[in-house]
């Protein structure tokens, strides 16, 4: 099975903008959630979807949002971007059903740089 | 809220030696916990999955302990290797309506050749 993919990788941006980040799950995992890493920070939950729908949401300004597509896939919008949104941002997706709640598995991750 | 705590901070060891490293969570109505490893600047690599009815899970050189009462867990790492040099994460999965995962603030762990 093909891993959590995200894309793009790297991206650099300057305050102000806006961006927008893709996350592929792993075949059959509907459920899809986002982190931030920075090393003050360190991973902070950002928001969780699941079949289309948020089911839960960390404590960050709305400037941050989400959504996820009927095929699992998700995107994450940042707008007006500040300095301090310079981090790694990591997707990680997991599988949720049938009273099962299992391990959920990192994609490697979009460096976003703010300038 | 759920706080990790994953003591020590870095932990540095000749190869061969084995390695302990620790977590503790605050709230044991877990439903899983997951120990993570960390490359510089990339993603997390999942090592280890305990769900809250078990007690341990081992794969290869490495094994998982969890004692839910006490609210801690230990991954230990036989005969590390270099290549073992790296960022290990605990992440505890909680809460009642959420499911979303509280990561400790990681050991990081340096074996010397």
């Known amino acids: 099975k093909a891993g959590v993919t995200q894309t793009p990788r790297y991206l650099i941006k300057t305050r102000g903008q806006q961006v927008t980040l893709s996350c592929s799950p792993i075949?059959?995992?509907?459920?899809v959630s986002w982190y931030q890493q920075t090393p003050g920070q360190g991973l902070q939950f950002l928001f969780e979807?699941?079949?289309?729908?948020?089911?839960n949401k960390g404590n960050f300004p709305g400037r941050f949002s989400g959504r996820q597509f009927s095929n699992s896939r998700s995107e994450m919008n940042v707008s007006t971007l500040e300095l301090g949104d310079s981090a790694l941002y990591l997707c990680?997706?997991?599988?949720?059903?049938?009273?099962?709640?299992?391990?959920?598995?990192f994609g490697p991750g979009t460096r976003l740089t703010v300038l | 809220k759920q706080e990790v705590t994953q003591i020590p901070a870095a932990l540095s060891v000749p190869e061969g030696e084995n390695l302990v490293l620790n977590c503790s969570f605050t709230?044991?109505?877990?439903?899983?916990l997951q120990w993570f490893r960390q490359d510089p600047g990339k993603g997390l690599t999942s090592l280890l999955l305990?769900?809250?009815?078990?007690r341990e899970q081992t794969s290869g050189r490495l094994n998982a302990s969890l004692d839910k009462s006490s609210g801690r867990s230990t991954l230990y790492i036989a005969a590390s290797q270099p290549g073992d040099s790296a960022t290990y994460l605990c992440?505890?999965?909680?809460?009642?309506?959420?499911?979303?995962?509280?990561f400790g603030a990681g050991t990081t762990v340096t074996v010397r050749a």
């Open positions: 075949s059959g995992h509907r459920s």
């Open positions: 305990i769900q809250s009815s078990q």
């Open positions: 992440a505890v999965k909680s809460g009642s309506n959420d499911y979303k995962l509280s």
């Open positions: 990680a997706s997991s599988f949720q059903g049938f009273g099962l709640t299992l391990g959920q598995y």
């Open positions: 709230d044991s109505a877990i439903y899983n």
């Open positions: 979807y699941f079949s289309e729908t948020q089911r």
